[in-house]
């Protein structure tokens, strides 16, 4: 069966590039099978790559219809994707980690993000309030300043920070402007927007606009 290259989402029917979707083939055993890495052998579908789309798939048998065969859709594939995703995530923080792409640590991540060598800045989830507001506006001073908007993700427990980053206790940590930081950046924003998108840096983004608004008609 050949390939269905023209990428529409089976749930919107809508077009969309490589990163805005997850590919889907069938496996040996007639199961629906997510393809991240956009490599696995076989006639591909394509959904919008959050998991409400995923999931409206599954529920509506979209993939069968997509396929024109009875397959078996696992019970947890949005699960699946999720997993597929953060391992991807936690595995190139490793390597940019080992690469010197990445600094740990309240201090050194507000230092890194006030110098602009920041590309985007990590919070556990457990990560106080204290710490991420420091951090928060380190980060809208840099944009007043006219640095770089530099995003946050908070998409990890510590535990699972730490044994990528090979520490302890990893509560902040901040992916440098590098190369190996870039390839990073491309799966965390792909595990982010699965998720749902991270509504605290849009805000935060909105609060910049709102003053430098505000700062505007008082000139």
């Not at 230092?111 to 106080?128: I, K, W």
Request: aromatic share 4%; glycine share 8%.
């Amino acid at each position: 069966m050949d390939e269905m290259n023209d990428r529409t989402c089976i749930v919107t029917r809508r077009q969309a590039e490589a990163d805005e979707l997850i590919r889907f083939v069938v496996g040996p055993d007639s199961a629906v099978v997510p393809d991240i890495k956009r490599n696995l052998p076989g006639r591909g579908c394509w959904v919008t790559a959050d998991r409400l789309h995923i999931d409206k798939a599954a529920a509506k048998n979209l993939f069968a219809r997509a396929f024109k065969a009875q397959v078996a859709v696992p019970a947890n594939l949005g699960d699946m994707v999720d997993g597929l995703l953060s391992r991807s995530a936690l595995g190139m923080l490793g390597l940019a980690r080992k690469a010197g792409a990445v600094v740990l640590g309240a201090a050194k991540v507000e230092a890194a993000v006030r110098d602009g060598q920041a590309l985007f800045v990590l919070h556990a989830t457990e990560a106080s309030d204290d710490g991420v507001r420091k951090i928060t506006q380190a980060r809208r001073a840099t944009v007043h300043l006219g640095g770089p908007a530099i995003l946050a993700y908070k998409l990890f427990p510590e535990a699972e920070l730490s044994l990528a980053l090979g520490g302890t206790n990893v509560i902040h940590a901040a992916v440098l402007a590098q190369d190996a930081g870039k390839a990073v950046e491309k799966r965390m924003v792909a595990l982010d927007r699965y998720r749902g998108g991270t509504p605290d840096d849009l805000a935060m983004l909105a609060a910049v606009a709102d003053e430098d608004d505000a700062a505007e008609d008082m000139e």
